[in-house]
């Protein structure tokens, strides 16, 4: 193998010398400035990123807590209005029932006057028919008819014992 040849060793180092530095001149002048530049041109655009995300997060929460503010008011807005509606329904409702019972109890008691209107008839017309049936079996028993006036002193009589 001729690079393992001791004779050809310093022309070998020499080249190796010669493209070692051409390459490293090569490097520091064209290459490592494009990569440089790249990486800063990242670093700047993620930092420049980082600091838009920091202002947006920093914008998110101030809305986000102008929302908690606003979603509050409303919820408390909301249950003032029910507990308004609440107690202008429930007087409402007082009021109608109140409205209602009176109405009730003024037909309970035109009821009742008709009631008893009817059993003071209901009785008048017991008592006549007492009076006539007792007559009636005085006149079967004895033949003669009876005194109508003291029959119905007779059923007034049993009619208030009881």
Do not use: C, N
């Amino acid at each position: 193998m001729p690079q393992l040849d001791i004779s050809t060793f310093v022309p070998q180092l020499f080249w190796l010398a010669v493209t070692f530095i051409v390459l490293y001149i090569l490097m520091t002048t064209l290459g490592l400035p494009r990569v440089r530049k790249a990486i800063e041109g990242r670093r700047h655009r993620l930092d420049s990123d980082l600091s838009r995300a920091a202002q947006l997060k920093a914008e998110a929460e101030g809305v986000l807590s102008e929302y908690q503010r606003t979603l509050a008011s409303a919820r408390a807005d909301a249950q003032a209005a029910l507990r308004e509606t609440g107690a202008r329904l429930a007087a409402e409702a007082a009021e109608r029932q109140h409205a209602l019972a009176a109405t009730l109890a003024d037909e309970i008691a035109a009821a009742e006057r008709r009631i008893a209107a009817m059993k003071d008839e209901a009785l008048a017309e017991v008592r006549g028919i007492a009076v006539e049936v007792g007559g009636a079996v005085i006149e079967k028993l004895t033949g003669a008819p009876a005194d109508p006036a003291r029959l119905s002193a007779a059923v007034e009589t049993v009619a208030a014992s009881r």
